[in-house]
């Protein structure tokens, strides 16, 4: 191939995937595109995704059509060199580099860096793509306060290069296109990160820990209107042998719909799960949502943030319901504890059902989870919620009552090992002080893997957070 193509392979999009849907190409053969451009949509069993190209050019071909699975590592687009003079940012310290021209520490040392991850595979270069791969570099001295880290301008900023002279260093130029992407993704200001890599070069941990900072509370996003979806139409005159029906429809399962029942096989086939449930009288908490919302209209926790800070204060207190179940190769067996809780919670969009989880949430107060619970459901809404975001819960509530149904049989999030779910809340008779009154009732189910802990303990964590419910301000006194 001649060395003026660059290929750009579809990288692994999530933690250990192997393929994805191409869902649509944003580019088409002749166009100009540059370093950072959206070039495709693809759909992986986590999120939908914007691919941007780490290359700047002429496209020459498109590996793939509208609707195909491609496998990773597989060749995604394939891309003629732009001139020099129209050479990307990211493209330009490199090149300045190699041609002989004098070069800042800084931008050398930041521009090994990314040859280097691009090769290896760090994981730093393609953000959220887990990508197999080597060290991470360490900062080696303090940042300059004259190097600034700033979003990729429209035009380049680097002036073209005279023999002889020294290229300012500017890191911008060699920070990864989907570094900058998912910063602007998440409304994370680049110039506020300290970056951890060589010359203090902003890596992909850099922004994640920014992402996973305690943010202002950020209204969810309304549901869009469900297309429908994608359904292949059955051969003319197709009989289903066995009902002698003629078959309607044939639709592929892939994307997250292929995840969800994936993994709800694992958990029914590897997971010997019991069940507990009881009804509570949720009138106590109601009323003082109730008042607490006449106080700050605007500024009032969620009933789901209450019921989560409930939730995490329980299972600091039954801490084997917050574990994970492990077996080895050699097969022997360990339960493993987490010095913190990721709570998970379900979600449901137009791609299918997600489950965000709220990192270190054993530290929040109910608004901060609150706050936390809308941002999550917008981007799982969106589909731009991270691997990270949808794969690191510890234990999952899931608020099944907004469905119009008092109860469940849950089956566990794998690899989790429980699962809270909280019905409707309707007006029922209960008995209170020995008379008969109407009160607002709903039904907690507890679903856990036997193996980690007994009923005993199931119950007692049940019953603290049932008891939470039915007497908040005290509650939340001790907590």
């Known amino acids: 191939m001649s060395s003026d193509m660059q290929v750009f392979k579809l990288p692994d999009l999530g933690e250990g995937l192997t393929e994805a849907e191409l869902v649509n190409w944003l580019v088409a053969v002749g166009d100009e595109i540059v370093v950072d451009q959206p070039i495709a949509e693809v759909e992986t069993a986590k999120s939908m995704v914007e691919v941007p190209s780490p290359y700047a050019g002429t496209v020459a071909e498109l590996h793939g059509e509208a609707g195909q699975t491609l496998d990773v590592g597989k060749p995604l687009i394939s891309i003629a060199r732009a001139g020099a003079a129209s050479g990307s940012p990211a493209a330009a310290a490199p090149a ?31 953000i959220g793509y887990g990508t197999p791969g080597g060290a991470t570099g360490g900062r080696t001295r303090p940042r300059k306060a004259s190097v600034a880290v700033v979003d990729r301008p429209a035009e380049p900023v680097l002036e073209p290069a ?33 970056g951890s890599g060589a010359s203090g070069l902003i890596m992909r941990r850099d922004v994640e820990a920014a992402i996973s900072a305690p943010e202002a509370p950020v209204a969810a996003a309304p549901i869009a209107e469900a297309p429908a979806p994608a359904v292949a139409s059955a051969a003319a005159g197709a009989v289903d042998g066995r009902t002698g029906l003629a078959v309607s429809a044939r639709t592929p399962v ?44 605007h500024d009032t926790p969620g009933l ?9 204060a329980g299972l600091k207190k039954y801490p084997a319901l917050n574990t994970r179940f492990e077996t080895a190769a050699d097969g022997s067996q360990e339960i493993v504890g987490f010095d913190g809780i990721n709570l998970g919670f379900a979600a449901q969009t137009d791609r299918g059902l997600v489950v965000p989880s709220v990192r270190n949430a054993h530290g ?18 969106d589909g731009k919620a991270t691997p990270t975001e949808l794969g690191s819960g510890t234990f999952t509530l899931n608020n099944y009552g907004v469905f119009g ?75």
């Open 304 to 312: 789901l943030a209450f019921i989560a800070r409930f939730v995490t």
């Open 96 to 126: 300045a580099l190699s041609s002989g021209i004098e070069a800042s520490p800084a931008v050398d040392a930041a521009a090994e860096t990314y040859r280097t991850e691009e090769k290896a595979g760090s994981g730093n270069v393609l």
């Open 405 to 479: 149904v008092d109860g469940s049989a849950a089956i566990i999030n794998y690899p989790e090992v429980a699962m809270l779910g909280v019905g409707r809340i309707i007006d029922k008779p209960w008995v209170v002080n020995g008379e008969l009154a109407v009160r607002k009732v709903t039904e907690l189910t507890l679903a856990f893997d036997h193996r980690v802990c007994d009923g005993e303990t199931a119950a007692g964590f049940l019953r603290y957070v049932a008891d939470a419910i039915e007497n908040p301000g005290g509650a939340l006194a001790d907590m």
């Open 364 to 381: 929040m107060s109910a608004r901060e989870l609150d706050a936390e619970i809308r941002r999550l459901t917008a981007v799982a809404r």
């Open 162 to 194: 005279v023999a002889g002279t020294r290229i300012p260093g500017k890191l911008s130029a060699v920070i990864s296109p989907l570094v900058r992407k998912m910063a602007r993704d998440h409304g994370v200001s680049l110039d506020s990160i300290e």
């Open 254 to 297: 892939r994307g997250v719909r292929k995840a969800v029942a994936a993994n709800m096989t694992k958990s029914r086939s590897e997971i010997p799960e019991a069940t507990v449930w009881v009804d509570v009288d949720a009138t106590a908490l109601l009323e003082m949502r109730a008042e607490l919302k006449k106080r700050a209209p």
